[in-house]
């Protein structure tokens, strides 16, 4: 389940959502191609914060609503997507 929450004033969104294997979309809510990725943040595992790992340098958006995480499998584990939405 994904959570989105607008911080307005700056553009700035985050949505939480469960990780997936590594090159395969992960849906982000209102993303689009021209947004920029802020940061990628993983937690792992997901129920019991032990790790938190700074994905940002291999995330992509890769249509509209979807993201990519290039080699990293984030399957089990909760992902922070800090990201701008450049439409507004």
Do not use: C, P, Y
């Amino acid at each position: 389940m994904a959570m989105t929450q607008a911080l307005d004033k700056f553009h700035l969104n985050l949505t939480m959502v469960s990780g997936t294997t590594a090159a395969t979309n992960i849906a982000v809510t209102g993303i689009a191609t021209e947004d920029t990725i802020v940061a990628v943040i993983m937690s792992a595992t997901a129920a019991s914060i032990a790790t938190r790992s700074d994905l940002t340098t291999e995330a992509t958006v890769t249509s509209a609503g979807n993201i990519q995480l290039s080699t990293t499998n984030s399957s089990s584990n909760q992902l922070e997507v800090w990201w701008v939405d450049r439409s507004l």
